[in-house]
């Protein structure tokens, strides 16, 4: 995307912001019945962005999708997907995991100890309980297990879920740009929620033909590629090919004739031709077979083994795992657990990739991620002139020695093949910006506060009768 084409569409952002200004006022939408007086502290509508997580539209760094602001799929998840806990607590009684569980007195103590907070906060869901700062302290004086109990409660209510068709609905209106597998995935879902939408996913997917149909297809595909696997192993030498073969009749018991329920069957037969690769010295003819065994179906990139782990999920669970591979996530530039290398959690080291993409990097170096993605190259370019944009225009603040940074960063964890182009960021422009939307805030939050009776005494408004 040209520049010019970035700045039409952001200086509409822009003078949209400004107008919002006046209707996001939380000091207002949290304004009481009109008949009763309260007093409210002040606290200041969002006028900047400080996390380039809250960019609008910003577009992954690797695939150049466009994501989704983190905090909006947290506030999405949190109002429109999980239960309120005082809901889901009630719940859960009748569920059989938690009558087994039931027994332990560190799960009664957890339980009474949330009902009774849910019950005074029926509003609250368990993540937003489990943040708060009395319910921390409280965990604290616990035994670990006492603690745990929380966590082990907070799962179990996430078994409480919506009816498919409410989920399909609501995740329309969110319209996400969903990467391959994920939209592929999704339209399977809406065509489960057509057919059943009064019953979970979890339920849905639970059903014998479903699962067996989706299990069909995946075993089919895993099948097929064993199948290459045996052929390309032909010009293997002799002492390694038997160990492949090995490796193959393995593979085959797992994928086949293993419960359906067990987990992790991919990773234990790669792990399978991966010991067998060790024995080799043929290098070339190793990574052919072992290029083959990556292509195994997974969760991540094929829809039928999407759906097969799905079935083993909470149906809030797939939720989650679908929006978030389009969340805007933090990527570090350097990785943060790379032996010996440990990047920093700092702005200055993170980039904005997809939840996908974020998955998928890893520790993996630069130098070789974009020799398998060579599109990041233009697509961390596309990223960068949006934020800088949004610097240039005092949207985005705290991030004026970001570009620099960053671009160092890139050329060295990549060995100089991203190459950011930095020129337009122009940190004068930025503060002037700034400066103005300041004082245009200012402006049109008096003007609102006395379009809507609403005055300020020390650091509390005050909210008039209005007739
Ligand atoms: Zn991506």
């Keep these: 995307m040209k520049i010019s084409a970035i700045n039409n569409r952001y200086n509409s952002y822009v003078s949209i912001q400004n107008q919002n200004t006046a209707i996001a006022n939380p000091v207002l939408s949290r304004q009481p019945a009109c008949d ?39 506030k999405f998840l949190n109002e429109k997907i999980y239960y309120p806990a005082s809901i889901a607590l009630k719940r859960i009684k009748n569920e059989k995991i938690f009558k087994e569980s039931k027994a332990s007195k560190e799960m009664k103590h957890a339980y009474s100890y949330l009902r009774d907070y849910s019950a005074k906060h029926p509003k609250l869901t368990m993540n937003d309980i489990l943040t708060k700062r009395a319910v921390k302290e409280a965990r604290r004086k616990l035994s670990p297990e006492g603690s745990e109990a929380f966590d082990e409660i907070r ?6 879920a919506h009816n498919s068709k409410y989920i399909i609905d609501e995740i329309t209106k969110l319209n996400p740009d969903f990467r391959k597998v994920e939209k592929r995935a999704f339209k399977e879902l809406q065509w489960l929620a057509k057919k059943y939408p009064n019953e979970t996913f979890h339920t849905i997917l639970n059903k014998p033909e479903i699962h067996n149909h989706y299990l069909k297809n995946l075993e089919a595909k895993q099948m097929d590629i064993l199948n290459k696997i045996e052929f390309a192993s032909e010009s293997l030498e002799p002492d390694v090919k038997p160990l492949v073969l090995d490796a193959i009749k393995n593979a085959k018991e797992i994928f086949k004739n293993e419960e359906p329920s067990i987990r992790h069957k991919r990773s234990r037969v790669i792990a399978e031709f991966q010991s067998a690769f060790e024995k080799s010295n043929n290098h070339a ?17 094929d829809v039928d083994a999407f759906m097969i782990k799905g079935s083993q999920k909470s149906t809030n669970t797939i939720v989650e795992t679908l929006l978030g591979r389009q969340r805007n996530t933090f990527e570090h530039v350097k990785p943060h657990h790379r032996i010996g290398d440990n990047g920093p959690s700092t702005i200055y080291n993170y980039i904005g990739l997809c939840g996908k993409c974020n998955l998928e990097r890893q520790r993996m170096s630069y130098e070789i991620f974009t020799k398998i993605h060579p599109e990041m190259i233009e697509n961390e370019q596309l990223q960068m002139d949006k934020i800088i944009y949004f610097i240039n225009n005092g949207i985005l603040t705290g991030y004026d020695k970001y570009p620099q940074e960053i671009k160092k960063a890139l050329q060295v964890e990549s060995k100089n093949a991203i190459n950011i182009d930095i020129s337009r960021l122009n940190p004068e422009q930025a503060k002037l910006k700034r400066k103005l939307r300041q004082l245009l805030y200012v402006e049109t939050k008096k003007a609102i506060d006395k379009q809507n009776k609403v005055f300020k005494f020390g650091k509390c408004y005050f909210y008039k009768k209005r007739h």
């Design 36 to 74: 009763t007086v309260s007093f409210k502290s002040a606290a200041l509508p969002r006028l900047f962005i400080n996390d380039l997580r809250e960019i609008p539209d910003l577009t992954c760094g690797c695939c150049g999708k466009k994501m989704l602001q983190n905090d909006a799929v947290n």
């Design 285 to 301: 003819s190793v990574k052919k077979i072992a290029d083959i065994a990556d292509s195994l179906p997974s969760s991540v990139t």
């Design 155 to 160: 799962e179990m209510t996430k078994l409480i």
